[in-house]
């Protein structure tokens, strides 16, 4: 009993240190705020092309090669279709510039700095040791209840794999993930009355009692 008590400390601390580390993660935070609609325009951009990606793979027949040969021509089309009517319009002005898309993306490196790829590592291995602590637990059998869920949960989707094809399962868990933000966390949008700042600390204390439940 006190090894089990132990090891279910243990499991709690390692989820309790990594929701309060996730709060403080720039990545995290702009995951959650990507998948839980603040900024409609960016979301429901994301939204489309992943709905475009699944129809054209899974309805289509296009491989992921194909679209990604096809995105990268389609970029340079576009780049290079701009870059011809630019060279153009300063010939007629008489403007002078080396590279008119040098100049309109002078503010965009495209480069992902040093930070942002930490805090991007970061962000997995605190998710990753979320779940492996949870699973952790369930190996050791620490909690009878949650060892019947699990054993419940895995014949359920059993089942279901053998009633559902695969796509349709990775479809609708992708799915899942622009919805499951707004229904634990209710809606986006603060009601009135009710500051911003107010509504992000109480997703943070849901947050935390999920992830460490």
Same mark, same amino acid.
């Given at each position: 009993?006190?090894?089990?008590?132990?090891?279910?400390?243990?499991?709690?601390?390692v %989820?309790?240190?990594?929701?309060?580390?996730?709060r403080?993660?720039?990545?995290?935070?702009?995951?959650?705020? !990507?998948?839980g609609?603040?900024?409609?325009?960016?979301?429901?951009?994301?939204?489309?092309s992943?709905?475009?990606?699944?129809?054209l793979?899974?309805?289509?027949?296009?491989?992921?090669?194909?679209?990604?040969a096809?995105?990268?021509?389609?970029?340079n089309?576009?780049?290079?279709?701009?870059?011809?009517?630019? %060279?153009i319009?300063?010939?007629?002005?008489?403007?002078?510039?080396?590279n008119?898309?040098?100049?309109?993306?002078?503010?965009?490196?495209?480069?992902?700095?040093?930070?942002?790829?930490?805090?991007l590592?970061?962000?997995?291995?605190?998710?990753?040791?979320?779940?492996l602590?949870v699973?952790?637990?369930?190996?050791?059998?620490?909690?009878?209840?949650?060892?019947?869920?699990?054993?419940?949960?895995?014949l359920?989707?059993?089942?279901?794999?053998?009633?559902?094809?695969?796509?349709?399962l !990775?479809?609708?868990?992708?799915i899942?993930?622009?919805?499951?933000?707004?229904?634990?966390?209710?809606?986006?949008?603060?009601?009135?009355?009710?500051?911003?700042?107010?509504?992000?600390?109480?997703?943070?204390?849901?947050?935390?009692?999920?992830?460490?439940?």
């Amino acid at each position: 009993h006190q090894m089990a008590d132990t090891q279910r400390k243990t499991g709690a601390e390692v %989820r309790k240190h990594s929701v309060s580390m996730l709060r403080q993660n720039l990545v995290f935070q702009q995951t959650i705020d !990507l998948l839980g609609w603040k900024n409609v325009s960016y979301t429901l951009m994301l939204f489309l092309s992943v709905n475009l990606l699944y129809y054209l793979v899974f309805y289509k027949n296009y491989s992921l090669l194909s679209l990604f040969a096809i995105l990268l021509f389609s970029i340079n089309t576009i780049s290079l279709l701009w870059l011809f009517l630019s %060279r153009i319009k300063q010939a007629v002005t008489k403007q002078e510039s080396q590279n008119p898309l040098i100049d309109n993306f002078a503010g965009n490196s495209f480069l992902l700095d040093t930070e942002s790829m930490f805090s991007l590592a970061e962000c997995m291995s605190l998710l990753l040791n979320c779940l492996l602590s949870v699973f952790r637990d369930l190996f050791y059998h620490l909690s009878v209840i949650r060892s019947i869920m699990m054993l419940s949960f895995c014949l359920f989707v059993a089942w279901l794999g053998s009633v559902i094809c695969g796509s349709i399962l !990775l479809y609708a868990v992708t799915i899942s993930l622009f919805v499951w933000p707004s229904l634990l966390f209710g809606s986006p949008w603060p009601p009135r009355g009710k500051s911003q700042e107010q509504q992000a600390a109480q997703v943070q204390s849901l947050l935390a009692n999920t992830v460490s439940m």
